[in-house]
């Protein structure tokens, strides 16, 4: 990463943090950072795919999907528990950044990057399995329901915790799993 771009992603990080997207205009992240704003402009284009390098280069453990390709197994289902609850993991440590891509983002801006990222990734893992003959069920559709399900279980368990009183969202999660398993992995 060139020194201009670190510096424009390390004071709109700080801003973002500070006073929320929206509380926080390009100006003043270019100020922050010591740069003219055109030149902020030049390598963003937008205030929301500034946020969205951010995201993508801040986040806490970084890039999601690189993280996930050194995890996986190749025993599906034991994958697919890995996908679920590093998914899970992943929007935890990012609460503030979740937050800020649900509440403030504009409409121009493309939202939970990351999550984009990690089904596509999913994806093209489940299509190798179905050319393996190992899994039959379709690979776009059960790489986004995972996603669907785990940002469902956190997006609640955020915003309206109540719905999960007394209930363990991680046995929700592990029979998620479990079913999507039994449906499609050859045996």
Do not use: W
């Not at 004071?11 to 929320?20: C, I, N, V």
């Not at 390709?69 to 992943?90: E, L």
Request: glycine residues 6%; positive net charge.
């Amino acid at each position: 990463m060139k020194t201009t771009e670190k510096k424009i992603l390390l004071a709109a990080t700080k801003l973002f943090s500070e006073y929320g997207y929206s509380g926080v205009s390009t100006k003043k992240i270019a100020e922050h950072a010591g740069v003219n704003e055109l030149t902020l402009f030049r390598l963003f284009k937008t205030k929301a795919n500034l946020l969205q390098a951010v995201i993508r280069h801040f986040a806490y453990e970084g890039n999601i999907v690189e993280k996930i390709s050194h995890d996986i197994t190749g025993d599906i289902q034991k994958d697919i528990q890995i996908f679920a609850d590093v998914y899970y993991m992943f929007l935890q440590n990012n609460i503030k950044m979740y937050k800020i891509q649900i509440r403030e983002i504009d409409e121009e801006g493309i939202r939970f990057t990351n999550s984009i990222d990690y089904t596509e990734f999913m994806k093209e893992y489940f299509t190798k399995q179905v050319a393996l003959g190992k899994f039959k069920g379709d690979p776009f559709l059960v790489a986004t329901s995972i996603v669907s399900m785990i940002m469902g279980i956190f997006t609640l368990k955020v915003f309206a915790p109540d719905i999960y009183h007394g209930t363990d969202y991680r046995l929700l999660i592990n029979k998620f799993v479990e079913n999507l398993s039994l449906l499609y992995c050859v045996k």
